[in-house]
């Protein structure tokens, strides 16, 4: 694993601290003491928050929107220098979308980072390093995204914080915009590292929460398929199946879809039949 990665190394300073020791070495150990518990404090306050947030927050929503914006929510109370926060997507196809803004300002420069194609987010997004896009000063010297930055100014931001996480399919950021140059403290990267595998973590969840919900209604269409061919030929549950596979790889559907088409078309048959006065409504 990469020693620089921010998420390694909060993982490793938590997992140090519940033994007394600071990943820092001997030397930090003796003269951080009181940084190292300080920390710890922290940390635990921080995880402790969210940790309350999320239990509170619908587990079965079928979108993952609430559970960002709790996560973007619990890193703006626990990092003093944000002061504006968001999730940015990008989908398989390129696609850049941003998700739990904290205010209108934050959305309208996550939507220029979309339009104009650069920004922290997007460096983040595809960085093959760290994964991190760390700008303290965005008013100081050779700006990154000239573009892009003098918008940013207009809104009041002066520092820059993003953090890259996988999502499956998908690659995130987790972006933390501060309102003074100077930008964020190593406590506070610690924290947003922290944050940053929350919303991975939810984002995760609720896809998988999703497919699992889709794999669901997809069985029960299956079977409710199975059921209208077994009835209409006379044939056994095997061969129902068989036939829906046969028929899907034909007309290139998915199974889901023609198992749905079935169920249609006996639906709107049934319906047609009644309509003529053919069957028994009972």
């Not at 938590?14 to 150990?29: H, P, Q, T, W």
């Not at 398929?225 to 007309?251: N, P, W, Y």
């Not at 749905?260 to 006996?266: L, P, S």
């Amino acid at each position: 694993m990469n020693s620089d990665d921010p998420s390694a190394s909060a993982a490793e300073t938590v997992r140090d601290l519940d033994v007394g020791r600071s990943v820092s070495g001997s030397a930090a150990r003796s003269t951080d003491a009181g940084v190292v518990a300080e920390l710890g404090e922290s940390l635990r306050a921080a995880l402790a928050t969210s940790a309350r947030r999320l239990v509170d927050t619908r587990v079965d929503s079928p979108h993952s929107t609430a559970m960002l914006h709790t996560v973007v929510a619990s890193a703006l109370d626990m990092i003093p220098s944000a002061a504006g926060a968001s999730v940015t997507m990008i989908d398989r196809h390129g696609a850049i979308t941003t998700h739990a803004p904290s205010d209108d300002r934050v959305a309208g420069v996550d939507e220029l980072q979309a339009s104009l194609g650069e920004g922290p987010c997007i460096d983040a997004l595809r960085s093959v390093g760290d994964g991190v896009t760390d700008v303290p000063d965005l008013g100081e010297g050779v700006v990154p995204w000239p573009r892009l930055v003098p918008h940013v100014r207009r809104a009041g931001f002066a520092a820059v914080l993003s953090f890259q996480l996988s999502a499956g399919r998908s690659a995130g950021a987790l972006n933390l915009w501060g309102r003074e140059p100077g930008g964020f403290t190593e406590h506070e990267r610690l924290l947003g590292a922290l944050f940053a595998d929350q919303a991975a973590v939810a984002l995760a969840g609720a896809r998988r929460a999703t497919e699992l919900t889709r794999a669901l209604i997809n069985r029960e269409a299956i079977g409710r398929a199975k059921g209208v061919l077994m009835e209409r030929f006379r044939i056994s549950d095997g061969e129902a199946f068989t036939m829906l596979i046969e028929s899907s790889q034909s007309t290139n559907l998915k199974l889901a879809d023609v198992a749905n088409w079935v169920i249609t078309d006996a639906e709107t048959g049934y319906a047609a039949e009644r309509a003529a006065g053919t069957v028994d409504p009972a």
